[in-house]
């Protein structure tokens, strides 16, 4: 029990913001804006956010690997009974020309059994698994503890409305 609350807490309790859209859509599928939050002392979970954007055909996700952690499970976030509830998800759909936000309260991919906690400033590797796409390597920026957006100005050629 204590265990889920302290996932609950490390996927995020607020609400996050919604992303821009990028200024030219990239050939087939890109991720984008790409951030994780700091551990507080003695966590050995973190979480990792980005939006993935398919320009191309219907594509899937179906694995999250990082050098830093043990292993990275996709999670979807819902509500239940006014308690916010995690569950693993071994795919997650990219529609054609559609986009699929990982962010504070949904979608989000969770770091389990990191190696060092993560600190602030911090850039932490990622390679993205597409059924069609292929391997796709990400860097996430780690925000301070409690951060709920992506931080500014990380997303070259993208712009914010
Ligand atoms: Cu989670």
């Given at each position: 029990?204590?265990?889920?609350?302290?996932?609950?807490l490390m996927c995020g309790?607020?609400?996050g913001a919604r992303m821009a859209a990028p200024a030219t859509l990239?050939?087939?599928?890109?991720?984008?804006?790409?951030?994780s939050r700091a551990t507080p002392p003695g966590a050995t979970?973190?979480?990792?956010?980005?939006?993935?954007v398919n320009s191309g055909a219907?594509?899937?996700l179906t694995g999250i690997?990082?050098?830093?952690?043990?292993?990275?499970?996709?999670?979807?976030?819902?509500?239940?009974?006014?308690?916010?509830q995690m569950r693993q998800t071994d795919s997650v759909a990219v529609p054609?020309?559609?986009?699929?936000?990982?962010?504070?309260?949904?979608?989000?991919?969770?770091?389990?059994?990191l190696r060092k906690p993560l600190k602030e400033g911090d850039r932490l590797a990622l390679t993205l698994t597409f059924r069609h796409a292929g391997k796709v390597d990400v860097t996430a920026v780690v925000q301070g503890l409690g951060a709920e957006t992506a931080p500014p100005?990380?997303?070259?050629?993208?712009?914010r409305e």
């Open positions: 029990m204590r265990r889920a609350i302290l996932f609950a309790l607020v609400g990239p050939p087939s599928v890109t991720v984008t804006r790409a951030w979970v973190g979480v990792a956010y980005f939006e993935i219907g594509d899937e690997d990082s050098p830093a952690a043990q292993r990275v499970e996709m999670h979807s976030t819902t509500m239940n009974g006014g308690l916010m054609a020309h559609g986009r699929v936000a990982f962010e504070p309260q949904g979608l989000h991919a969770m770091l389990i059994a100005n990380d997303d070259h050629g993208a712009r």
